[in-house]
Structures are given as C-alpha cells and as structure tokens.
C-alpha cells in the first residue's frame, strides 16, 4: 500500500527563518512525489515534482525538495520564510492507480 | 493557457435544489478529476474521468452526478443535497490518468459550495 505522512500538522516560523516542511511516503514501486501550496480559499498550486533524475528538486517562490530514498523522505524547504509563504501545504504521492495520495498537510505559520 | 476554470466560485442552495458546478481546461488533459475538500483537510477524489469516461467513482453518493461533454469540459451535477455536502469542490486535470503516478494534476480556483 502507498501512503504519505506530513510530520507536523502546524509549523510556525520567523520571518527570513528557515522554512522545512517533513514528509515520508511508504510506496513499493519508485515513486513520484509532488508538493502543492493552497493559499486560503483558493485551489491547489504545484510547488515541484520528483519524477526521475536529481535528487534535490527546485521549484517555484524559491522552495526545494530533496528525495531521499534511503529514509523515505520527501522534504521541502527554503532559505528564508516570507509572509506570504503562509498557507497550507500538501505532500502527495502519484499512485499507481492514477490517483494522487496526499498527505493529511502542514499549515505554515510566518510570524513578523 | 494552463489554467482550469471553475464557475461559479460561490454556490448556496437549499436540499431540494438541482445545481450543477462548471470546470474547463484548454490545456489538451485528457483526465479530468472532481475532489471534495473539507477546511484543513487534503482534498478527497470523488470521480476521475479518463479520455470522457468515467474512470473511478470513490462511492460517491448518487446526489453527485459527473458529466464529460467534451475533453475540456467536466461538470458535477448536484441534487438533493445534506448538509454535510458543504465544502470545496475542486477540479484538476492532468495529462492522461498516469497509471505510473508521474502526471501532476493541475486544479482550478474550486467552487465554495453551502448547503442550507
């Protein structure tokens, strides 16, 4: 069975701090992985993907992602928080029944 | 365009009532997903619709009825509702339905459904 779990259902953070949000996948097929941003009542926006390749993912508004495998880990960070980094993030794993398997999210808090 | 449209953006209707919500996408997807996400939560597939068939329906309730005219369009038709049907509908595509996990899925605005 595949899954994905988000450690940290609420992370709060400085702003200019670093900012990293865990996420862990259980999958017995190589997996993609993908991390998604929701600002408040809008739709989900895709922040970057691992597919195949290099380990160490960069994506949009300076955000990044390592994949390690040996620890099962998929986590995203960036250098240095800005207020609008705000919002609620999902880790989510491509199923290989097409469908996505998203984590239970981690609501990320900048403080001023 | 790489966008997914969503109308309307706001829905109230009452239990009795027939609605329908609206999504778009001119980006040549030919998978099409409805999801339902309550506040906090991960949004949870509701039906996937591959090259205009239904592909998947995560037993949803039959007062959810999905609808594929086209490729680029996809519409949820909505009856008989409960309360407990208010929340977020949103819409994604992807490429194809990706059976290897590799396709992201793209999401509309969503529409803020409030069952009276």
């Known amino acids: 069975a595949q899954s994905v779990t988000q450690l940290g259902s609420h992370v709060s953070v400085s702003e200019g701090a670093l900012v990293l949000l865990r996420c862990n996948y259980s999958?017995?097929?190589?997996?993609?992985l993908f991390w998604y941003v929701q600002y408040p009542n809008q739709g989900l926006q895709l922040l970057l993907k691992y597919t195949t390749g290099a380990t160490l993912v960069k994506g949009i508004n300076g955000f990044e992602a390592e994949f390690k495998k040996s620890e099962t880990s998929f986590h995203l960070t960036k250098p240095s928080a800005h207020m609008s980094d705000a919002a609620e993030y999902f880790c989510a794993l491509g199923g290989n029944t097409g469908k996505l398997i998203f984590g239970q999210g981690t609501t990320l808090q900048v403080k001023p | 365009d790489t966008e997914v449209t969503q109308t309307p953006k706001h829905l109230v209707m009452g239990m009795t009532n027939k609605k329908s919500l609206k999504c778009e996408q001119h980006?040549?997807?030919?998978?099409m997903y409805w999801y339902k996400q309550k506040a906090k939560k991960p949004p949870e597939l509701m039906f996937v619709?591959?090259?205009?068939?239904?592909?998947i329906n995560e037993s949803v309730p039959s007062r959810f009825s999905p609808e594929c005219p086209n490729s680029s369009l996809l519409n949820l038709h909505l009856h008989a509702l409960q309360p407990e049907d208010s929340a977020l509908y949103l819409c994604?595509?992807?490429?194809?339905?990706?059976?290897?996990?590799?396709?992201?899925?793209?999401f509309g605005p969503g529409t803020r459904l409030t069952v009276l």
């Open positions: 994604a595509s992807s490429q194809d339905r990706g059976l290897a996990g590799y396709n992201e899925q793209f």
């Open positions: 619709y591959s090259y205009e068939k239904l592909s």
């Open positions: 980006m040549g997807h030919r998978a």
């Open positions: 999958s017995s097929v190589p997996p993609y």
